[in-house]
């Protein structure tokens, strides 16, 4: 079963975090590890991370069908910061998962407990709409 | 340069999208099928998926011990991912042309561009 993990955590207008060198060379070296922990046992499909808010654009179709972009997001809006795609046995190892990216150390090292959104990826559109 | 390609919406969307009358969801999906079909053939296709219904989400958190402590409750006006593609473009004017593309597909619903950091 494949489930994508979602950290929702960036707001418009958002750029590198302005926390300490070491603090974000923390955050990263857990992130990496866990990517390499998800690899060696063959649960990681993907996992990226994306440009911050502040180079995002939403776009629409025209009338003529050329693209009108727009940079202008609600303040509220989330931004997906990055994901992972994982193939596992059971939703409770996405959770577990889910768990372990969410404890990653913010400032001062203290773990951030932020919230990942788990879906389950599908491998179709569902049947009824074929 | 690879960009990923959000389509989202709200729970209401999604439920009037169901609604649908079947034949407009099919040509709907068939347009969807022949953007891909062309993003493989001009070798700029990476990945698409669709994703779960919102109604089956799960946010986690991790708890001081450790243990995932999951809920499924989203406010009403949250939007969620409904699918994305990956796409590996020579500049963002092309990934914004995709994403044109896609959008009139999908009633002129608006998709997020973003640059996969290096």
Known sequence: MKYILMMNTMKAGHGVPSWPKKDLQAHIAFMM???KELHECGELVSAEGLSFPDQAKLVRAGKDGRPVTD????ESKEFLAGFWIIDVDNPQRAYEIAAKASAAPGPGGVPLNMPIEV???????????? | ??????????????????????????????????????????????????????REAKVVRGEKNG????????????????????????????????????SAASVNMPIEVRQFRP
């Open chain 2, 67 to 102: 243990l995932p402590v999951t809920d499924g409750i989203f406010p009403e006006s949250k939007e969620f991912l409904l699918g994305y593609w990956i796409v590996d473009v020579p500049n963002a004017e092309r990934a914004y042309a995709i994403a044109g593309r896609i």
């Open chain 1, 33 to 35: 590890g866990l990517n």
């Open chain 2, 1 to 54: 340069m690879k960009y990923i390609l959000l389509m989202s919406g709200t729970k209401a969307g999604v439920e009037a999208y169901h609604a649908w009358p079947k034949q407009d969801i099919e040509a709907h999906m068939a347009v969807l099928h022949r953007i891909s079909q062309d993003l493989t053939e001009s070798g700029e296709f990476v990945a698409t998926q669709g994703l779960a219904e919102p």
């Open chain 1, 71 to 74: 940079g202008v997001f609600p």
């Open chain 1, 119 to 130: 879906r389950q990826v599908m491998s179709g559109p569902p049947p009824d709409m074929l």
